[in-house]
C-alpha cells in the first residue's frame, strides 16, 4: 500500500485566498483525522470522520475552516480565507477503527504558509 | 484522557538502550498507553501500545507499573536513525482513535 497520500506537500498563498487540501487514507480504513502542527501550538486534532461522517470537529479552529469526506476514499480540507496565522504543516491520518490496535498512519503532510 | 508528562529531552549513545519514561498518574481503568514518535519533517509513526502487561514488538518494548501510573519505552540498541520526538499518550479504548499528543520527549542519539 502507498500510506497516506496528501497534496499538495507545499502551498505558499497569499491572505485571503482559498486553500485546500487533500488526502487520500490507507485502503481498507475507516477513520480520518486531520491534524495541525506548529512549533506554538504543537500538534493538535482538527477533525476526524468515521465511516466518512464528521465525527468531533471541535478542534476547527473557526468557520474559515472546512473539512468533507465525499467518500472513503477522499477527503478535503479547506479555509476560506486564509490567514497567515493559518501557516503550518497539515497531517491527514487514517486508521482502521474496527480493528484494535488502532494505529494511525500519517501521511506526509503539506506545509502550508500564508503571506 | 489522562495527562500525561515527559522530559522535554534526553540523549543516547548509539548502540545502547534508549529508556524514555512517561508519567500518566491519572489514568482510568479503560485507558491504554499509546506510543508514537515523530522524525523531523515526517508525520508521527505509531511504535507501540499496552493496557497493563509489558509488550514487546520489532520496534521496541513498553514496561507499565503495576498500578498503571507510569510507563517506560524501550528502544534497545538506539541507532541515529532513532532521532525523534517520542510521545506517550493515554487514551481509551472507547476513543482510542482520537490522540491527544503533548509536547513529547526530544530523543538525540549521537555516536
Known amino acids: 500500500d502507498a500510506g497516506v497520500i496528501q497534496s499538495p506537500r507545499h502551498e505558499v498563498t497569499e491572505m485571503g485566498q482559498e486553500v485546500t487540501l487533500r488526502c487520500k487514507p490507507i485502503s481498507g480504513h475507516n477513520s480520518l483525522f486531520w491534524y495541525r502542527q506548529t512549533m506554538m501550538r504543537g500538534l493538535e486534532l482538527l477533525i476526524y470522520?468515521?465511516?466518512?461522517?464528521?465525527?468531533?470537529d471541535s478542534g476547527m479552529p473557526e468557520d474559515r475552516f472546512s473539512a468533507k469526506m465525499p467518500n472513503a476514499s477522499f477527503s478535503t480540507l479547506k479555509i476560506q480565507p486564509s490567514e497567515p496565522r493559518d501557516s503550518a504543516v497539515y497531517f491527514c491520518?487514517?486508521?482502521?477503527?474496527?480493528?484494535?490496535?488502532?494505529?494511525?498512519?500519517f501521511g506526509p503532510g503539506t506545509r502550508l504558509t500564508v503571506t | 484522557d489522562a495527562k500525561t508528562t515527559q522530559p522535554t529531552s534526553m540523549d543516547c549513545a548509539e548502540g545502547r538502550a534508549a529508556n524514555l519514561p512517561c508519567n500518566h498518574s491519572?489514568?482510568?481503568?479503560?485507558?491504554?498507553v499509546y506510543w508514537y514518535r515523530q522524525i523531523h519533517s515526517q508525520g508521527p509513526q505509531y511504535i507501540i501500545h499496552?493496557?497493563?502487561n509489558n509488550e514487546t514488538n520489532e520496534m521496541a518494548s513498553l514496561i507499565i507499573t503495576e498500578d498503571r501510573k507510569s510507563s517506560t519505552l524501550i528502544l534497545p540498541h538506539a541507532t541515529l536513525r532513532d532521532t525523534a520526538v517520542y510521545y506517550c499518550?493515554?487514551?481509551?479504548?472507547?476513543?482510542?482513535?482520537?490522540?491527544?499528543f503533548g509536547t513529547g520527549t526530544r530523543l538525540q542519539v549521537t555516536l
Open positions: 499518550i493515554a487514551t481509551s479504548t472507547g476513543t482510542a482513535s482520537k490522540l491527544t
Open positions: 491520518a487514517s486508521t482502521n477503527s474496527a480493528a484494535p490496535p488502532y494505529e494511525q498512519y
Open positions: 470522520f468515521n465511516n466518512n461522517v464528521p465525527i468531533d
Open positions: 499496552g493496557l497493563k
Open positions: 491519572t489514568i482510568s481503568g479503560n485507558e491504554y
